[in-house]
């Protein structure tokens, strides 16, 4: 079985067909620590994305499998603490998968920072990603898994290479499936030395630049823009400097904070996160893309979902 693409999608599906005894090659263009996976935050949260059902058993799913691996600290996940937050009044409804955090509640006025008129409390998993890719390598190499850095041309290709190929492209797929509802929405990232911070922070906002910072360990990662359209994958400095004053607005101890790296990467924008079969050329080829700014939010579900594919 082939699957392409080695991102958290890619990996987390060769984990969990390898694991289930299928012998699995993985090729990628990217090597993990160089795909947008690498640059996200990242934390498992509530994905207001589409189809509806199916994202909500995604996130479910995904959640359980984070809290397991929380246990295991060689993971890069961690249980952590923290506030989501609004400029404007968000409501008591929140989305139905927030019912998973198990200490939700609505931040005291205090717990705001300024400018801020309303936010949740509550613990969810927080991902080091690098740590984690790194993991998932791990896992399913130790699996038996075979991992190539070998980019692969046409699915016309693929599907003569492996009877049952897993596509798992991100953006890619734009052009790997000619999928012309696939498009980058690029972010871009801070990383540095942590000053003391144990708690995230996300703002909730449509607009396309926000701040967001998520510690792991002696380092913390702040956010960020969302940018559409934009296929570019240089660091532009206005745009960190924009990304560390918004921080620093709400945790004034990121102000000085040494810069250890600065990250970029294009989040494969979809009006629905594509996860069917497609017959291809004597070939199935199972399509998994599309998941915009909540791909590690929804892998372990989507991985799920493609192994009961494979199965058939
Ligand atoms: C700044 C930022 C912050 C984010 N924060 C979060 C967060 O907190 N929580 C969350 O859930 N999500 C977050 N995201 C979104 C998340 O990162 C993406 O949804 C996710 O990484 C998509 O994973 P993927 O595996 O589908 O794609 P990618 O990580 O892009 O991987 C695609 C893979 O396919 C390979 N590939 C592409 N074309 C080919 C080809 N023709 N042949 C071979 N290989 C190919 C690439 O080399 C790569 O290995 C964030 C994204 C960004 C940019």
């Known amino acids: 079985m082939l699957v392409i693409g080695a991102g958290v ?15 699995v090659r993985i090729r990628t263009a990217d090597r993990p620590r160089e795909t947008t996976s690498a640059a996200a935050g990242a934390m498992w949260g509530p994905a207001q994305l589409r189809p509806a059902e199916r994202v909500l058993y995604w996130v479910t799913r995904s959640h359980a499998e984070f809290t ?38 609505r931040c005291t006025r205090d717990e705001l920072p300024e400018g801020f008129v309303s936010g949740y409390r509550g613990t969810v998993p927080l991902i080091d990603m690098p740590r984690y890719l790194d993991h998932l390598v791990a896992r399913f190499q130790g699996a038996g898994g075979e991992l190539q850095l070998s980019p692969v041309q046409t699915l016309a290709d693929a599907a003569a290479e492996a009877s049952t190929v897993v596509n798992c492209t991100g953006v890619g797929a734009r052009e790997l499936v000619g999928d012309p509802g696939v498009h980058p929405v690029r972010g871009q990232g801070v990383v540095v030395r942590n000053p003391g911070i144990d708690e995230y922070f996300v703002e909730l906002t449509d607009s396309g630049e926000f701040a ?26 206005e745009v960190s400097a924009g990304i560390r004053r918004r921080c620093a607005a709400v945790e004034p101890r990121l102000a000085d904070a040494e810069v250890l790296d600065e990250l970029v990467g294009l989040r494969p924008g979809r009006e ?25 939010t929804l892998s372990w579900g989507c991985a799920f979902e493609v192994a009961d594919l494979v199965e058939g």
């Open 9 to 23: 999608q890619g990996l987390t599906c060769g984990v969990v067909l390898a694991e289930a005894g299928w012998p």
């Open 68 to 105: 397991a691996l929380a246990r295991d600290e060689g993971s890069g996940v961690r249980l952590t603490a923290g506030r989501m937050a609004a400029r404007f009044e968000l409501g008591d409804a929140v989305p139905t998968e927030a019912r998973l955090i198990p200490d939700l509640r």
């Open 212 to 237: 967001a910072f998520m510690p792991h360990g002696d380092r913390v990662v702040l956010g960020g823009v969302a940018e559409a359209q934009e296929w570019k994958l240089d660091v532009r400095p």
């Open 272 to 296: 629905s996160v594509r996860v069917d079969v497609e017959r291809y050329e004597g070939s199935r080829i199972i399509h998994n893309y599309g998941h915009g700014g909540c791909g590690v």
